[in-house]
């Protein structure tokens, strides 16, 4: 299945039902945005998603699709990793769909909202009276996955006493279940995801190189919505036509206006920060237009810059505007910016002078303003700062995205 089909049948769920046999639509449909977005990328007639909530047209999201339909045949272990509420899981059914296990179960375990003490016997198993609340044997993860495939989310928060038997199983692919001396073999493929930065967490001692480069086979690194931009309005359609299904309601547009600022908008929370969004915005909508509260949005400028290709001094501005963004521009503290640079107070407050970084937050937003950041004004009468792409981050080449 190429690309082009994984994009979705969202013309379909948006309203074009019917597609003509020479691949065109009919009235109704090809005027819809989606359709139109559709056809100005070159995509043919779309079939069954491999998920159906794997939305989008960008070359960021083909490139990760790509990766997945090479890997997917093949049984090998898979890395997925990006920030929280990229789709990580999506891409992790991708993976299940097609490949060679797809008729076999899925599972998959959350690491991080197991607590510690229950995760081994949650993954293995356990016998009865293995501990105090054992009173009944219990078939572990692996076993269910049994011969199929095994999702581990946020494998970065797994212990460290319990990663070397993690790693016995995806070697060997054997365990014990707890209380139990009898050896079990599996044939399970794992597929894991994390939003935390491992590599770090290895030279940090927090997690075990040995099973980092385990589970580093085939890294696919999912990119976050503000780097598929393009892909927003195709998203915030299909949350309409699914939320308005679930509440009975017929919403069929979407002002421009709504579709300009939420492509603006940096979305930390990714994807599901913008379903939250859509979800909330059909709740509220009484008519057939949706209405989006835009001032809800919290549209702080956006420390990124366009260009791609930046001098280490630059890097180094960015990053430094980036943490004080974060820790609303606290430098000193347990949670300020200096602690979490790894540096100290007076060390940051010099590389700040150093780059012209501002020490206190109004005078940088006297100076952000001096470089020409505007300001927007909507139909409902809310204001907010644009998120601001800039150019560079030298002294004196500060200049506003377009």
């Known amino acids: 299945m190429g690309i082009s089909n994984l994009v979705t049948d969202h013309l379909e769920s948006v309203g074009a039902t019917e597609w003509s046999n020479g691949g065109g639509l009919p009235a109704v449909g090809a005027r819809h945005p989606v359709a139109q977005s559709l056809r100005a990328a070159g995509h043919g007639v779309p ?40 789709g990580k899981e999506l891409m992790a059914r991708a993976l299940h769909n097609l490949g060679s296990r797809r008729e076999q179960p899925f599972v998959k375990v959350n690491c991080a909202a197991i607590p510690t003490g229950l995760l081994e016997s949650e993954l293995f198993g356990h016998e009865r009276g293995a501990f105090t609340s054992a009173v009944s044997q219990r078939i572990g ?43 079990l073999h599996v044939d399970v493929r794992l597929v894991a995801a994390t939003s935390r930065n491992l590599a770090q967490m290895v030279e940090d001692h927090e997690f075990r190189g040995d099973l980092y480069y385990r589970l580093n086979v085939f890294p696919i690194a999912v990119p976050p919505l503000r780097d598929r931009r393009e892909d927003i309005s195709l998203l915030a ?58 001032e809800k949005l919290d549209c702080r400028p956006l420390f990124r810059q366009a260009n791609r290709h930046m001098t ?91």
């Open 47 to 86: 079939l069954r998603p491999v998920h159906p909530e794997l939305v989008g047209q960008s070359r960021a999201l083909s490139e990760v699709l790509t990766q997945v339909e090479i890997v997917a045949p093949t049984d090998s272990t898979v890395l997925i990793v990006g920030e929280t509420g990229t």
């Open 141 to 183: 993860r692996f076993e269910l996955a049994h011969p199929g495939t095994l999702f581990l989310d946020e494998v970065g928060d797994i212990p460290l006493e319990l990663q070397p038997k993690l790693l016995r199983v995806l070697q060997e692919q054997e365990f014990e279940r707890l209380g139990s001396a009898r050896t």
């Open 237 to 294: 359609w299909h949350f309409v036509k699914k939320y308005s299904q679930q509440m009975n309601k017929s919403i069929d547009q979407i002002p421009e206006e709504t579709i300009q600022t939420l492509s603006r908008y940096h979305w930390p929370g990714n994807i599901r920060e913008l379903q939250n969004v859509i979800e909330r915005a059909v709740i509220l909508t009484q008519g057939n237009i949706l209405n989006v509260q835009l």
């Open 312 to 402: 280490l001094r630059e890097a180094e501005r960015e990053h430094i505007l980036r943490t004080l963004d974060e820790t609303e521009w606290v430098i000193g503290g347990a949670h300020g910016a200096a602690a979490r640079l790894g540096v100290p107070r007076t060390s940051l407050i010099y590389r700040m002078q150093k780059l012209g970084v501002p020490g206190r937050r109004d005078v940088y937003a006297a100076f952000a303003e001096s470089r020409g950041m505007t300001r927007m004004s909507s139909k409902q009468g809310h204001s907010c700062t644009t998120p601001t792409r800039w150019a560079s981050f030298g002294a004196d080449s500060v200049s506003p995205d377009a």
